[in-house]
């Protein structure tokens, strides 16, 4: 018995679909950490890790690190979307004569 051995060719040149596909990823990748930032990721993520460290040695670390990233990505979300302030109850400040708070810049 005779068996045919036929290759498949791939197409020369990348389709448009790809290329845009490949670039929007990038895109993402680039602005991800201004993302994760605004959302608590990383400093959830270096509390969780300096807490896992402290408590657990390496493994706890690397554990506290990926627990404390999703968990302040939560919270970063769920502030974000009901408009949650953190930096005004953090503020240093005084009352005014009309007892109004104002904040120091």
Avoid: T
């Amino acid at each position: 018995m005779k068996k045919k051995i036929s290759a498949v060719s791939l197409p020369a040149g990348l389709p448009a679909r790809f290329l845009l596909a490949a670039a929007a990823i990038i895109l993402a990748l680039l602005a991800m950490p201004q993302f994760a930032n605004a959302q608590g990721i990383v400093r959830g993520a270096q509390e969780g890790s300096r807490e896992g460290n402290r408590i657990a040695g390496p493994v706890g670390g690397v554990v506290g690190g990926a627990v404390g990233a999703g968990v302040g990505g939560a919270m970063g979300a769920v502030k974000g979307v009901f408009g949650i302030n953190d930096r005004g109850y953090r503020c240093r400040g005084y009352y005014d004569r009309r007892n109004r708070f104002h904040c120091y810049r």
